[in-house]
């Protein structure tokens, strides 16, 4: 399948500052990358979806500024936490759809566990 | 009530035996159906795969889609301790970008 790499795999950060996660792609041009968070013995859940090129949607219920996302290019989308807060601490993940032989499914990256403190 | 249904477990089995996870949904547009492994502490991979209703094999791996009762079920073959992971059943209808998950079912096969 699929490959999708997810930069931090983990990271710890202070109450109030900022962090961003890197989603790449790297074997096909994701055109839709999608970022999940999943807490402890729980599904993932969706935050925001991203096309390439265009605004994120996000869920509703999720703060836009708070999560910022990014995607410029086929192959890779950023997630900034901004002014992090102890209840952000949660396991990230991304996934990436696009042009593969199956476009309907979605590959996931390794997921990043962020530490606020 | 949730899109998707999928009872959490833990589900404990010992190793060789035949394991059977399930899930139910309401929305009869869902078309395409998938099941995801998630190792702790990982990303989740992607097993099968099946468009509609039917079955599917892959090896010990085994997707049936019932459409007339909106359940979906996959079946793991002599299991094994490798198999013990959390299984995320999936959904999507026609033309639509969001995929629906279920809650994930942990499984433990034990040696």
């Known amino acids: 399948g699929a490959v999708v790499s997810q930069h931090p795999s983990r990271v710890i950060c202070k109450s109030g500052t900022s962090v961003k996660i890197e989603c790449r792609s790297l074997d096909f041009q994701a055109t839709t990358m999608f970022w999940y968070r999943q807490f402890p013995k729980q599904s993932l859940m969706l935050m925001a979806t991203s096309n390439e090129g265009s605004k994120a949607t996000y869920e509703q219920g999720v703060e836009k500024d708070k999560f910022l996302i990014n995607h410029a290019s086929l192959t890779l989308s950023t997630l900034t936490v901004t002014s992090a807060h102890p209840e952000d601490s949660s396991f990230y993940i991304c996934?990436?759809?696009?042009?593969?032989?199956?476009?309907?499914?979605?590959?996931f990256g390794p997921g990043t566990r962020l530490t606020v403190t | 009530q949730k899109e998707v249904e999928q009872d959490p477990g833990p589900l404990s089995v010992p190793e060789g035996a035949i394991v059977s996870l399930n899930c139910t949904y309401s929305?009869?547009?869902?078309?395409?159906f998938m099941w995801y492994r998630q190792y702790s502490r990982k990303g989740p991979e992607l097993l099968m795969y099946t468009y509609s209703s039917g079955n599917k094999e892959d090896g010990r791996f085994t997707a049936q889609v019932d459409k007339s009762s909106k359940y979906i079920s996959l079946f793991i073959r002599d299991s094994q301790p490798s198999d013990s992971a959390t299984y995320l059943c999936?959904?999507?209808?026609?033309?639509?970008?969001?995929?629906?998950f279920g809650a994930g079912t942990r499984l433990f096969v034990k040696a």
């Open positions: 999936a959904m999507r209808d026609t033309g639509g970008f969001k995929t629906i």
């Open positions: 996934s990436a759809s696009g042009r593969t032989g199956f476009s309907y499914e979605q590959y």
């Open positions: 929305n009869s547009a869902f078309q395409y």
